[in-house]
């Protein structure tokens, strides 16, 4: 995995974790900045961007939930911070997006115009304003697991140019989800070693545990994620279906988790409980042990 991929992936960790306990959090992210940060060379400033990116993330989410200005200028420091540490243009844009739409209070489903009434005469355009939507979502969601919330940020941002493999990610999330909040009901399927996903939606269904809606975009994604695994192909005609129902789905699963974190914590049999500061620290002091020997910090 590259060195953007584990900060990425761990840094999501952090993010819940300020979510949760703001001072855990801010000590996560301190130890990432500690790993990957890497010392100003030549008067060049080389602390990573990404870090400063999901900590404006992490702020503006103790925004919203708390209406407290401090946490929307600490946003708008970081989220300034990331693009002038940014050093892919692509990466630079996001930053600066962001920074102006927090900055300007608009929220995200008017900032990339989802309301569209006529998306056909520009599907490309509205097609990337929805990926960037559903990463921009995708920081809110923080009861999601953070694994599966990891896979979804990385399968948004590349959403425009490997499409199909973003479907068999949506299709991968929503089968962990699916384990991770209705164990009972795989557990129906696993005895006999009778397990689909297909089976184990239609269940869902038949116990009232999902509304027909979520039936629909369940069924949706699976089927989604099934063709573009074989064919490695996605038409055109559904990719704003797919995004705008797999946002639906991603934000259900939210929804679910949050009401129901307790008695989840008693129930759950299957992978992918969430990391705790601790365990984090382990993995983070493995790293700069790896990042030493590779002379990350030359």
Partial sequence: MSTWRDIWRYGVIA????????????????????VYDKPEKDGKDRRDGMIRYILGEAHEYKYKKTNDIKYKNNALEFYKEAENLFPVDHWKEVARKTYTRLDTSTS??????????????????????????GFQKTYDFVYLNDFARYICLSALSRGSSEWPL?????????????????PYVIDEFTKDNKYSLFKTIQKLSDYGLITPGEEKAFTNIRMAGNIAAHELYADDNYKLENIQQFINVLESFNKYRQSNSIEEKKQRKYPLCQITLDKLISYLDKEKESLLEKNYYD
């Fill in 15 to 34: 993010n819940r974790l300020f979510a949760e306990n703001e001072e855990q959090g801010k000590t996560a992210f301190d130890k990432l900045s500690k």
């Fill in 108 to 133: 995200a489903e008017n900032f990339f115009n989802i309301k569209n009434d006529s998306p056909c005469e520009k599907v490309k355009i509205y097609f990337e304003n929805l990926l960037w939507y």
């Fill in 166 to 182: 973003s479907l068999v990610d949506f299709r991968t999330v929503l089968e962990l989800e699916i384990k991770q909040c209705f």
